[in-house]
C-alpha cells in the first residue's frame, strides 16, 4: 500500500512554510489577466434590462426600437408578459451590440410595461411575512432554568443585509466555436459550471469549455454561471457564435449578484452565580431576499444545557442572498458572543474569566480553545489592558477589550489531479480547480514539490480550465483539504513508480529509496543516488502520469472542524460616534497548514473583511422606491488601509494540530470580528451597540440611551 | 449615456461661446471627476462638453492684493500642497488635504469643488435633485435621510453641499470670480450658492454659459484658520459633518469670527450664531463648546440624522480648538 500520509515535521522541506505566492508578481505588474480584461477578437458587448420595481407584473414588452438601431446584434426577452419580479434588478432582457455605449443605448429604448404591486424590502420589522414556516426547538428544561438562574441578561443583537461586493464583478465572455461553446467566467467553480449551462443552453457539458486564471473575489457568490451568464451564452448564438462579454456594473452587483442576510435576536441568556452558564433563549429573525435568509447558529459554538430558539425567516423584495464566508456562523457569533458578554458585563466578570469558566461547553475542541484564549491574551495583553464596563478615563476617546470564539467544518472536497513527470524531468500539475487569491496555485507546487523532493519551481501547474481532472467547487473552505490531498495523491504514486523504475539501477529496491534535495536515492545514502534529471531519464519515451483522486469524506490526510479565537481592542470616540480600531489578535488552527505565510494571509483578509462589516457595510434598501441607495462604492464603505489597526495572527501548530490533517482555513477567521469589535465598544462605551454596522448614528444613540430602561447592559 | 459633442476651449471667452444659452444644455469639464459619472449615470444628458482644461488663465496660485488669487483649474492635490496656502491658510490646506484620495485630489479641481453636484442617494439614483417622486412627494422626508441636512432643511431642498473648500473658503471672506457672455463678476463664495426651490434650479447662482475663473481669497493677517471633518472612515469617504472657522484674535481674545460648516445644509451654512458666541471670548474648551452649541440653533433633524447635530457641534468646537493652537498667521 502507498504511503500517501502527510511527512513528519523534520522532513517537511516546503510544507508549512511561510513561502510568497506564485502569482504575485504577474497580479501586482498587471500581468495576470481576470475576466474582466479579457478581449476577444470581434467581441460584442452585451447589457442586461434590469426591472426598477422591487415587486410587479411584466404586462408587455417592446423591443423593436433596440432591435432596429444601428450595431445592435441580439435582443433577447428573459422575462416577458406576465412574469412576476420579485426585486428590483432582476433580469428582464438582454441585448448584444458592437461597443459598450450601443448596447445601453438599446437597453435604454426597449419599453417595458410593469402592473407594480407592493413591496416590503425592510427587514428590521419581524412581523413582515414570513418566508416559510417558523422553527422552533426546545432542549432541556429552559423554564425551569430561568427561574432558578443567579442572574438572566436581555438583549437585542442585530446585523443588517450586507452584499458580497466583489471588487471584480459577476461575468462572462461566451462564444460558440460551431456547436461547441468557449466561456471565460469569473467564477468559484471552475469544474462545475459548465453542468450548470449544459441543460439550458441545451448542449451537453462536454461540449462547454471553460477557462478562468485569476477572480477578483467570490467569497461564496460565484458559484453558478447565474441567468446573466446563461444569457450572455444564448445573445452570443442569436449574434452568430459571436464573442458576447458581460460584466455586472457595479450597481447591479451591489444589487444582484449576493448578499448576506440579515439576522437580529432577541436573547435572554441564564448562568448560575458564579457564572456557569446554564440557559439560552432566542426569537430571531432575518432576510435578505424573497425566500428569506439561512438560520443563525444559535447559540453559537457553547452547548447549553437549555434552551428555547425560534426562528422566522422574512421574504423581502430584496435581490436574494448567496453564501457569503461562513454561511450565518458571523451572525450567529455576533449574537451570541454579545449576549455572553452582556452577561458577563452583569455578573463584573472578565469574559475572559467568564468564557474560560465556560470552555467545556464547547464540546470536543475544548482544550484547543483554551489554549487559543491563552495565547491570545498574551498577545493583545488582556490582563493588563482589559477594565471593568466604561473607559473610566478622562476624555471623549474610551478604549475598550473584546473577545469570541468561532469554529468550522473544512474538510478537503472531492478533487482529482493528473500529475507528469516527462522524460527530461519537467514535472506537470494539472487540475479543474480555481484559485480564488488564497494560493491555490502555489500550494499545489508546495505539496508536490516537497512529495518529490524538488524545488517548487521545477513544478509547472495548471489550472482554472474545465479540461482538466475535475475538483471541487472553492466554498466551504474545502479547497486546500481537497486539493492537497489530490496532488499528494498523485505526488507520491508518481515517486513510488518512479522508484519502481530506478530500483534496478541503483541495485536497490524501490522501498529503499527515498526522494531528497533534487535526487533520488538509497535511503540515507547520498552515495548511492542520481540526479532528478537523470532518474527520469529511464522512463524511457513516455512521460509518466498520474492520477491522484481525493474522494468525499476520505479523511486520512483531510479533517474537519477547527476552532479560532479573536480579540480586539478599539478606541472609541464618544462625542463623534467613530470607532477605531487599535489592534486584533487572531488565534487560529487548521491543522496541517500547507503554506504558513499564506494562510496568515487569509487571516489578515479576513480580519480586514471582518472590520469592514462590523463598521461599514449595509445595503441601504429604500422603502418607498424598493431600491437599493448605496449600490455603489461611495456609500457602500469598505474598509481601508487606515482603518484596520494592527493586526495580528498566530497559527496554532506543531503536535495536536498537524497530525490533524489538511483543514480548510478561508471562513473561520472571517466569523468573530464583528462579535470581538462589538464587544470591545460595550466595554468602552459601557453600553450595548445593539445592530451591526457599527455606525456613529447607532453609537450616540446607543450612548445616549445609557442609563435609561436597559441600564444593566 | 446620450451621445454628446466634445469641444474644448483654450480662452474663457471660447468657452463662453460653447457653452449653451439654455442651462443643462452643455456641461463643462475640468477635473471629470463629477461630470463624468453623472453623465454615466444618466443623471446629465448634455449635448455638448466643454473642456476647459486647455485655458491656461485659469491655473495657477499667485499673490495678489495681500492675499492670494486662485485659479479654477488649480488641482485640489497643489492647493493642499502649495506652501503659500499652507502657510497663510492652514484651515484651507487641511480642508483640500483630507478631500477623497490622493487619485482623486489629483484629477480634481477648485473650480469642480466649488460647482460639484450633491451627493443625496435620491439625486445620484434618478430621483431629481430634490429626490421627489412623480407625484412630487419628497423621497428623502420619507425615506432613509442619514446623510441629509439639519440645518437649512425647511425644504424642498434637503441634500447636504458637498463642497468642502467652500466652508474653508467663505471662512476666509474669499471671493469667487465668474466669467460669462457679459463679462466678468464677482461675488463673496457665501454667495455663490442658494438653496434651491425646485427640480430645475441649481445649487448655485451660476448662469447658462458663465464659467468659474479664480477665487480671491484676501490676507488673513492675525487670524487662527483650522478645518475639522468628522469622517467615519480614516480616507476616502466624505465628511459627515465639517466645520472651518477663521478667527480674528486681539491678544488672546477673539475679535471677530467667521465659523462655517458643510455637510449639513443644502449651501455651506455659516453661522452667526457661533461666531457671536465667540466674539470677545477666549479659546479654550468652554468657549469652544459653546460656540458649537450655538452653530446648531434651529437645527432639525429629518428622522434619520439627528446625530449630525451632535457631528457638527463637535466639527465646530475641534476645528476651535485646533484654530487655537495655530500660531498666527
Redesign the interface.
Known amino acids: 500500500m502507498p504511503d500517501y500520509k502527510w511527512p513528519e515535521a523534520a522532513k517537511r522541506t516546503l510544507i508549512g512554510k511561510r513561502i510568497t505566492r506564485l502569482d504575485g508578481p504577474d497580479k501586482v505588474s498587471g500581468r495576470a489577466k481576470y475576466t474582466y480584461d479579457i478581449k476577444r477578437p470581434g467581441m460584442l458587448y452585451g447589457k442586461i434590462l434590469r426591472s426598477p420595481h422591487a415587486h410587479a407584473k411584466i404586462v408587455s414588452i417592446d423591443t423593436s426600437a433596440a432591435e432596429k438601431m444601428a450595431g445592435v446584434m441580439a435582443v433577447k426577452i428573459i422575462q416577458g408578459p406576465g412574469k412576476e419580479i420579485l426585486w428590483a434588478g432582476d433580469e428582464i432582457a438582454a441585448v448584444a451590440a458592437v461597443d459598450e455605449p450601443t448596447a445601453e443605448d438599446a437597453i435604454r429604448a426597449i419599453k417595458v410595461e410593469y402592473e407594480r404591486l407592493p413591496h416590503q424590502v425592510i427587514d428590521t420589522n419581524p412581523k413582515v411575512p414570513e418566508a416559510k414556516t417558523p422553527v422552533e426547538e426546545t432542549k432541556g428544561d429552559p423554564e425551569k432554568a430561568f427561574k432558578e438562574a443567579g442572574v438572566v441578561s436581555e438583549g437585542l443583537y442585530g446585523s443588517n443585509v450586507m452584499t458580497h461586493c466583489c471588487l471584480e464583478t459577476h461575468g462572462s465572455i461566451s462564444e460558440w466555436q460551431g456547436d461547441k461553446l468557449l466561456v471565460h467566467i469569473s467564477t468559484q467553480n471552475v469544474s462545475g459550471v459548465a453542468g450548470q449551462m449544459a441543460g439550458p443552453l441545451k448542449v451537453p457539458a462536454t461540449d462547454i469549455h471553460l477557462k478562468m486564471d485569476h477572480i477578483g473575489g467570490g467569497f461564496g457568490s460565484k458559484f453558478g454561471p447565474d441567468r446573466w451568464g446563461i444569457e450572455t451564452a444564448l445573445i452570443s448564438k442569436m449574434a452568430g457564435g459571436k464573442p458576447v462579454k458581460i460584466m455586472l456594473e457595479r450597481n447591479a452587483e451591489q444589487a444582484v449578484a449576493g448578499s448576506r442576510p440579515s439576522a437580529y435576536a432577541r436573547v435572554k441568556v441564564a448562568a448560575k452565580k458564579d457564572g456557569t452558564l446554564t440557559a439560552w433563549q432566542s426569537e430571531s429573525w432575518g432576510s435578505g431576499g424573497p425566500s428569506g435568509g439561512g438560520q443563525p447558529p444559535l447559540p453559537y459554538v457553547f452547548v447549553f444545557p437549555n434552551h428555547k430558539k425560534h426562528h422566522t425567516a422574512i421574504a423581502t423584495n430584496v435581490g436574494p442572498t448567496r453564501a457569503w464566508r461562513a454561511p450565518n456562523h458571523p451572525q450567529g457569533c455576533l449574537i451570541t458572543m454579545a449576549a455572553l458578554e452582556d452577561l458577563a458585563a452583569q455578573l463584573n466578570m472578565d469574559p475572559l474569566d467568564f468564557f474560560l469558566k465556560n470552555i467545556e461547553m464547547t464540546g470536543q475542541r475544548a482544550e484547543n480553545y483554551r489554549e487559543e484564549l491563552l495565547k491570545g491574551a498574551e498577545l493583545i495583553q488582556w490582563k493588563k489592558n482589559w477594565h471593568p464596563r466604561g473607559d473610566k478615563t478622562a476624555g471623549p476617546i474610551k478604549r475598550g477589550m473584546g473577545l469570541s470564539l468561532h469554529t468550522w467544518g473544512g474538510a478537503g472536497h472531492e478533487s482529482n489531479c493528473d500529475l507528469t513527470i516527462q522524460p527530461d524531468g519537467s514535472v506537470e500539475v494539472k487540475m479543474g480547480t480555481q484559485d480564488l487569491g488564497v494560493g491555490t496555485r502555489t500550494a499545489l507546487a508546495i505539496v508536490a514539490a516537497d512529495t518529490l523532493g524538488l524545488p517548487l519551481n521545477a513544478i509547472t501547474v495548471r489550472i482554472g480550465d474545465n479540461d482538466y481532472p475535475a475538483s471541487g467547487a472553492s466554498g466551504g473552505s474545502t479547497t486546500i483539504g481537497g486539493i492537497s490531498s489530490s496532488t499528494r495523491r498523485a505526488a507520491v504514486d508518481a515517486r513510488d513508480q518512479l522508484f519502481a523504475r530506478v530500483a534496478p539501477v541503483l541495485n536497490a529496491k524501490p522501498e529503499e529509496l527515498e526522494a531528497v534535495g533534487g535526487t533520488i536515492r538509497v535511503a540515507g545514502t547520498p552515495a548511492r543516488s542520481l540526479t532528478w534529471k537523470q532518474a527520469c531519464s529511464k522512463l524511457g519515451g513516455m512521460p509518466l502520469t498520474v492520477r491522484g483522486k481525493q474522494l468525499r469524506n476520505q479523511s486520512d490526510l483531510t479533517n474537519s472542524g477547527v476552532g479560532g479565537i479573536q480579540m480586539a481592542d478599539v478606541s472609541v470616540d464618544t462625542e463623534t460616534g467613530i470607532v477605531r480600531i487599535n489592534k486584533m489578535v487572531a488565534v487560529q488552527d487548521c491543522g496541517l497548514i500547507i503554506n504558513r505565510k499564506l494562510a496568515e494571509s487569509q487571516c489578515y483578509g479576513a480580519l480586514i473583511m471582518g472590520i469592514s462589516y462590523a463598521l461599514y457595510e449595509e445595503k441601504v434598501m429604500d422603502q418607498n422606491t424598493g431600491l437599493m441607495l448605496n449600490p455603489n462604492m461611495e456609500f457602500y464603505r469598505l474598509a481601508g488601509s487606515g482603518d484596520i489597526g494592527e493586526l495580528v495572527v498566530h497559527m496554532m501548530t506543531g503536535p495536536g494540530y498537524d497530525d490533524r490533517g489538511v483543514i480548510g482555513l478561508g471562513e473561520p477567521p472571517v466569523v468573530s470580528p464583528g462579535a470581538v469589535i462589538s464587544n470591545a465598544i460595550a466595554n468602552a462605551i459601557g453600553v450595548r451597540v445593539s445592530t451591526m454596522p457599527f455606525t456613529p448614528a447607532r453609537v450616540l444613540k446607543a450612548l445616549e440611551q445609557k442609563g435609561g430602561s436597559n441600564a444593566s447592559v | 449615456?446620450q451621445?454628446f459633442e466634445y469641444a474644448s476651449a483654450t480662452t474663457k471667452q471660447q468657452a463662453v461661446s460653447l457653452l449653451s444659452s439654455t442651462m443643462g444644455d452643455a456641461e463643462i469639464l475640468a477635473g471629470g471627476t463629477d461630470i463624468l459619472s453623472l453623465m454615466k449615470d444618466d443623471i446629465v444628458a448634455p449635448k455638448r462638453l466643454v473642456n476647459i482644461k486647455e485655458i491656461k488663465e485659469l491655473g495657477g496660485i499667485r499673490a495678489a492684493g495681500g492675499g492670494l488669487r486662485i485659479g479654477a483649474l488649480v488641482t485640489i492635490e497643489e492647493l493642499a500642497e502649495s506652501p503659500a496656502v499652507r502657510q497663510a491658510y492652514p484651515g484651507l490646506a487641511q480642508a483640500a488635504a483630507e478631500i477623497a484620495g490622493p487619485q482623486i485630489r489629483h484629477m480634481a479641481t477648485v473650480g469642480g469643488n466649488l460647482c460639484q453636484r450633491p451627493?443625496c442617494?435620491?439625486f445620484?439614483?434618478g430621483?431629481g435633485l430634490l429626490g421627489q417622486?412623480k407625484d412630487g412627494k419628497s423621497?428623502v422626508l420619507?425615506?432613509?435621510n442619514?446623510?441629509h441636512a439639519i440645518l437649512g432643511n425647511s425644504g424642498p431642498a434637503y441634500f447636504v453641499h458637498p463642497s468642502s473648500l467652500a466652508p474653508a473658503l467663505i471662512a476666509l471672506n474669499a471671493r469667487v470670480r465668474i466669467f460669462g457672455p457679459g463679462g466678468e463678476r464677482d461675488l463673496p463664495v457665501e454667495e455663490f450658492y442658494s438653496i434651491p426651490k425646485s427640480a430645475s434650479d441649481r445649487e448655485n447662482v451660476l448662469q447658462a454659459q458663465e464659467v468659474v475663473t479664480e477665487v480671491m481669497v484676501p490676507a488673513a493677517r492675525g487670524v487662527r484658520g483650522a478645518t475639522y471633518e468628522?469622517?467615519?472612515?480614516?480616507?476616502?469617504?466624505?465628511p459627515?459633518a465639517l466645520a472651518s472657522v477663521a478667527l480674528k484674535m486681539s491678544g488672546a481674545k477673539v475679535q471677530s469670527a467667521r465659523v462655517v460648516m458643510g455637510h449639513v445644509a443644502p449651501v455651506p451654512w455659516r453661522s452667526q450664531e457661533a461666531e457671536q458666541a465667540l466674539v470677545g471670548k477666549s479659546l479654550d474648551e468652554t468657549s469652544a463648546k459653546a460656540a458649537g452649541e450655538a452653530a446648531v440653533t434651529g437645527a432639525r433633524d429629518l428622522g434619520?440624522?439627528a446625530?449630525k447635530i451632535?457631528?457638527a457641534k463637535?466639527a465646530v468646537k475641534r476645528a476651535i480648538l485646533q484654530a487655537a493652537k495655530r500660531t498666527l498667521a
Do not use: P, T
Not at chain 2, 468628522?230 to 466624505?238: G, S
Open positions: 449615456m451621445a451627493r442617494w435620491y445620484r439614483n430621483f417622486s423621497l420619507e425615506g432613509d442619514r446623510y468628522v469622517r467615519q472612515k480614516d480616507a476616502f469617504d466624505w459627515l434619520h440624522n446625530y451632535q457631528l463637535v
